[in-house]
């Protein structure tokens, strides 16, 4: 199962009490400021779950895959998500039958 912004909404709607346009703007909201935040300030820390860096990558040789041919592979800056510890955690426990989790 995907998570999508739906369900969030949905999850919104039922948990919360909140009606489909009140759980809409939280959740596009939020995507916002996560957006917005990792653009400007490069990192994002959400306590608990992880964090967002963004890393700047080189230009570097590649290939085509279809082809073979050798071409460049541009520089560009990409966005890398590290699982916090609370998050390794629990994934670890469910991965070994830990059912205090």
Known sequence: ???TKANLMEHLCTKMELD?????????AFF????EAVIIEGNVLLSKFGKFI???KS?????NPKTGEAAEITARR????H???VLKQ???????GDKNE
């Open 83 to 85: 699982a916090g510890q």
């Open 90 to 96: 629990r994934l670890s426990s469910v991965l070994h």
């Open 32 to 35: 916002t400021l996560i957006n």
């Open 54 to 56: 963004t890393r700047d």
């Open 1 to 3: 199962m995907a998570l």
């Open 78 to 81: 990409v966005v890398v998500f």
């Open 20 to 28: 489909r346009k009140q759980s809409q703007k939280v959740v596009e």
């Open 59 to 63: 230009s570097r040789p590649g290939r």
